[in-house]
């Protein structure tokens, strides 16, 4: 829904180097081309991860904001029980996303968030996937748009042509006229000469 309403420009992915890159690569093997914000963070310590997701909050282009984290640290996974991060993270109107990964553990993160991924790669290979369908609609939708313009150029050319054809038969038409009604000026003329000899 975000990616659909503001475009996957307007996301924000917070997170550590090797979660970010698993996402970064699930999301080009999809659309080559799609792009987003990505901030990065060390995911294991709240007060940095508080401080980034303020800085990100504050920057009017970002609509939402995902964390994502890779590895398999069982440590870095506590912060995001933190119930004083969590009241921080929805005290703001922003969506969140949780792509924590590799772990079985619902954690509060997962269960607050606008949604959860299973892994960073997970929360990749869909907005990949949805920015590919949105980029095939929008062409799809442009090529419509185009067949459109062509269509009604051609119908306004058709029109035009129509304009000049029916102007010219009216021309013509009022010659016509005016030739009938010199003949028979001139041969009432003719016939009066006659007659009056």
Do not use: M
Not at 39 to 58: G, L, P, S, W, Y
Not at 65 to 71: H, K, L, T, W, Y
Not at 115 to 126: H, I, K, N
């Amino acid at each position: 829904h975000l990616i659909a309403q503001h475009g996957l420009g307007s996301l924000c992915l917070i997170g550590s180097e090797t979660g970010l890159g698993d996402a970064r690569a699930a999301l080009l093997r999809h659309c080559a081309d799609a792009s987003w914000r990505e901030a990065v963070c060390k995911v294991a310590d709240a007060e940095a991860v508080r401080n980034r997701f303020a800085q990100v909050c504050r920057d009017h282009a970002v609509a939402g904001i995902a964390f994502v984290r890779g590895g398999s640290d069982p440590l870095s996974l506590q912060i995001w029980n933190d119930g004083a991060l969590l009241r921080a993270f929805l005290a703001q109107p922003l969506p969140f996303y949780t792509a924590l990964g590799h772990s079985q553990e619902l954690l509060l993160a997962d269960k607050y968030a606008d949604e959860s991924f299973a892994t960073p790669t997970d929360l990749g290979a869909q907005a990949g996937r949805i920015a590919a369908e949105l980029a095939t609609e929008a062409a799809r939708e442009q090529r419509r748009e185009e067949e459109a313009a062509k269509l009604g150029e051609r119908l306004a050319q058709a029109e035009q042509a129509e304009a000049r054809a029916r102007a010219s038969a009216a021309t013509w038409r009022r010659w016509a006229i005016v030739l009938v009604l010199a003949l028979l000026a001139g041969l009432g003329l003719a016939l009066a000469r006659l007659l009056a000899t």
